[in-house]
């Protein structure tokens, strides 16, 4: 009698030990999965920031048309489109367009990336509807505005996850027609 105790008491603790493994099994498999598509998004962002990059130095970005603007644009051809905008951007130097900068759309989840504007700048977001990794969909969780700032949220909060950021400023170099521009307006301006 006391073997088949001891045999079951064996047993018994041999299943918690196993149960034990799966489920740690289950939440380092887990963690990983985050962590992977944070690097994911990190590696999207790293890629789309350096196309933006070569764009503004090339076709000089002026702006984006909206608050928010779908990245579904850098698949389009050189002499593709009429004018200076392209989707939603618009260049200061159309005809120094070399796209298409990417063969496929660069998604999340099967959502494009999108470009917000804000009171301090351009910046490259997941688009509205794509889970981040610490389970907050954007546009329902993580609602941003004009007014939100991305920079504070990109360096502690919600758009960075272990040390991968989420979520980067676009850089745009004022051009000499667009400092002109600007400077006709301030004029006008004064005019009034």
Known sequence: MARA??????????????????????????????????????????????????????????????????????????????GSQVGSLILARPERWNGPYVSQHICLQSVKYQVIKTDKGYFIIPGNGARLPDGRVMGVDLIL???????????????????HKLAAPVIITPTTTMVSEMQKLNDQDEDI
């Open 5 to 82: 105790r001891h045999i079951a008491w064996s047993s018994w603790c041999i299943s918690c030990a196993l149960l034990g493994l799966v489920i740690l099994s289950i939440i380092g498999l887990h963690y990983n999965q985050q962590s992977m598509q944070a690097y994911l998004i990190g590696e999207d962002i790293t890629q789309l920031v350096s196309i933006f990059a070569d764009i503004d130095a090339t076709a000089g970005i002026a702006e984006f048309e909206h608050t928010f603007n779908w990245i579904d644009f850098l698949t389009i051809k050189k002499n593709g489109f009429l």
């Open 145 to 163: 505005t004009e007014n939100s700032d991305i920079d504070t949220l990109i360096n502690t909060g919600p758009l960075t996850y272990h040390a």
